[in-house]
């Protein structure tokens, strides 16, 4: 088990796009056990593929329990509308309030390559619609308002010098080791994904 580097806001991978995955190959599925592993040494509830310098449409999700390797995923339904803080593992330390709607039917492939459809709603919704948004390039920060987007920035601004090379560096093993870990998550709906 490996953690990857994390990468962090300015690197040009988090504004690209995401290609299709053709085929599950034994070397997506060493990226998906390795991006888990990346994910929960980073005590992130999800984490997509340009996080850490991949171009595949991919992404994982553990948003209390709930368990997802997401390949090609699309949403496919959008319902009602909720305003909750969120985090980013690219952007660490940085916060804001984001609507998104509430409750999605998200389609994709699992780590078998077989299709299936989820319904989330909550706090596992928002997670999976912020990983798909990376997967095409966007960050929570874009739903901002100018104004707070302005203040989010600049925060970062003052945090990225720790980050040389915009690279975020997590080490497998060294996470919290917190019994409350998912409760502090969804008591502060501000996983950081
Ligand atoms: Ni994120």
Known sequence: ????????????ILRTDTQPVAEVTPELRQLIADMFTTMYAAE???????????TERL??????GARYALINPEIVTREGSARAEEGCLSIPE?????????RIVVRALDADGKP????A???LARCIQHEVDHLHGKLFVDYLSVFKRRSALSQ???LKGDYPGLIRKVVAGMEKKSKSRSAEHSATAAGEV
Request: net charge negative; hydrophobic share 50%; aromatic share 6%.
């Open 59 to 64: 992404a994982v999700v553990d948003v209390e």
């Open 1 to 12: 088990m490996k953690a990857l580097d994390i990468r962090v806001l300015g690197d040009p």
């Open 121 to 123: 709603d909550e706090l």
């Open 116 to 119: 299936f459809e989820l319904a």
């Open 44 to 54: 992130g509830i999800g984490l997509a593929a340009p996080q850490v310098g991949r």
């Open 94 to 102: 940085v916060f804001g309030e984001v609507e998104r709607p509430q």
């Open 156 to 158: 970062w601004d003052k």
